[in-house]
């Protein structure tokens, strides 16, 4: 075949290093599928020149790409310290207070969230990714908490406070949050990812508020707290999300980081049994930063990744504030490509029962067939890239073309395996017809080209998928 098609696609942070039309576009050439926008930064003044960026950087490369909003979440950090520093000793105890507007460099220090309405005494709190542990001792007003110090350190101006046992009771949507969700409503955006969920209740929640306000953005939940590795809570989250990102860097501060690799695993193995996209994400090439190579011990990360039948690989510093952006992605391209070519992805058990149990036999049945003729992709017909998503869900080491005459199914399909996505007016041939204008320009190298079609009687109409055709294109 002479189109090089990475199968675990890539989702790159924009940030300074690469906020312009001109890098976004290296980006997507270099090998990128999807944008993240961290709104934890930035204003929206910034996001209206992004997203059109994206937008024109996507139509001049000639592949939909799909867009991320990430909410900043319960984030909770310190506010400014006196001299940005403030020593503390085991033993030591210090007051968290949310009505203290500047700090006077004694022990009662600033914080952006009022933590006394929420945490209960013996719970442990860590502050700047767990170098400082504390343990509340207690709630000494309506807005100040007081810790006791359990091991020598610092602490700076606006690091960030992890609470792994305090419940925030459904309340993980801030008000900063929800003016970004309604800054979004109306924007071109295929994903909200939603941080620090504790529940499906919280994922419940955000697609009231989406589907209230029009927007058909699909919410990914991110699993960065003790409360959502819970083997139940966990399956429900995946049941109740479109997606899953491993959070990975809160979840090792909040849960510790042995546990990571392992909830990794089964969060993947969980989100293919069920059809849902799945992101591993933070730190993947953390030394690219200020590297041009990545560590050994990172590309065997990414690799890892690829084995176990991720969707998608994100960079988040690399690509938003590191000096070696587009080496970062290359690199990662090329460690897919080697993996996804000498080693097979694992199994998973069966599928679990479907949302829609027809199309997830046929799209189970278009895989085992394509594989024992040994196609040169599966054409999926698919109005809301649901016949697409399923078919990735059976992870074929062959292309899915996907035909859909939804822009926003398109940009979704960007992030999915082995996916790549067309826009094109519905029709009973749609699939055929652009197998045919793949074959022309010599996207399967210039040869007659077997495909499987995966399609519906009704083009168009959403859940109608009932065929499978095997067809020679010349």
Not at 302 to 315: E, F, K, P, T
Not at 374 to 402: F, M, W
Not at 445 to 471: F, H, W, Y
Request: glycine share 8%; hydrophobic share 40%; with cysteine.
């Amino acid at each position: 075949m002479s189109v090089i098609f990475k199968r675990t696609k890539i989702l790159a942070t924009l940030g300074p290093a690469t906020n312009t039309p001109e890098m976004i576009e290296k980006l997507l050439l270099e090998g990128v599928n999807g944008i993240r926008l961290n709104f934890s930064h930035g204003s929206f003044e910034e996001r209206d020149e992004q997203l059109p960026w994206i937008r024109e950087a996507s139509k001049k490369v000639g592949k939909p790409v799909a867009i991320l909003q990430d909410l900043q979440g319960p984030k909770i950090r310190l506010g400014a310290l006196a001299d940005n520093r403030f020593d503390v000793k085991k033993g030591d105890e210090i007051v968290l207070d949310f009505a203290v507007e500047e700090h006077d460099g004694s022990n009662r220090l600033p914080v952006q969230y009022n933590l006394a309405t929420k945490v209960k005494v013996g719970e442990p709190i860590y502050i700047f990714d767990g170098k400082v542990r504390t343990t509340v001792v207690d709630i000494s007003s309506d807005t100040a908490i007081t810790l006791k110090v359990e091991n020598d350190g610092v602490l700076m101006s606006k690091k960030g406070i992890n609470l792994p046992d305090t419940d925030f009771g459904g309340d993980i949507l801030t008000p900063k949050d929800l003016k970004d969700i309604e800054y979004g409503l109306d924007k071109d955006i295929d994903y909200v990812a939603l941080s620090f969920v504790q529940s499906p209740d919280d994922i419940h929640n955000l697609r009231q508020i989406l589907t209230a306000g029009g927007s058909t953005a699909q919410i990914i939940a991110k699993i960065e707290t003790k409360a959502a590795v819970k083997d139940d809570v966990m399956k429900a989250i995946v049941d109740a999300a479109d997606g899953i990102m491993v959070a990975r860097g809160d979840l090792a501060v909040e849960a510790g980081a042995e546990i990571v690799p392992i909830v990794q695993r089964r969060l993947i193995s969980l989100c293919r049994e069920y059809n849902k996209l799945v992101i591993v994400a933070t730190q993947m090439m953390a030394s690219m930063v200020d590297a041009p190579e990545p560590t050994r011990a990172e590309v065997g990360d990414v690799a890892n990744a690829v084995i176990q039948g991720a969707d998608a690989v994100m960079l988040s510093d690399e690509t938003a504030n590191g000096s070696y952006p587009l080496e970062a992605v290359a690199a990662m391209k090329k460690t897919i490509l080697y993996t996804q070519d000498n080693a097979p992805v694992v199994e998973v058990k069966d599928h679990t029962v479907p949302a829609n149990a027809q199309r997830d036999a046929i799209s189970g049945a278009a895989v085992h067939l394509a594989e024992q003729l040994k196609v040169d992709a599966i054409i999926a017909e698919t109005k809301s890239g649901a016949t697409a998503t399923n078919i990735a869900g059976y992870r074929p080491n062959l292309p899915i073309i996907s035909v859909t005459s939804e822009p926003r199914a398109a940009q979704q399909l960007a992030l999915n395996y082995a996916n790549r996505s067309y826009i094109r007016p519905d029709g009973e041939k749609a699939g055929l017809e652009l197998a045919k204008e793949l074959v022309a320009e010599g996207f399967f190298g210039g040869k007659p080209a077997t495909v499987i079609i995966v399609s519906g009687r009704q083009p168009g109409l959403e859940g109608a998928t009932d065929t499978i055709r095997v067809r020679v294109i010349e």
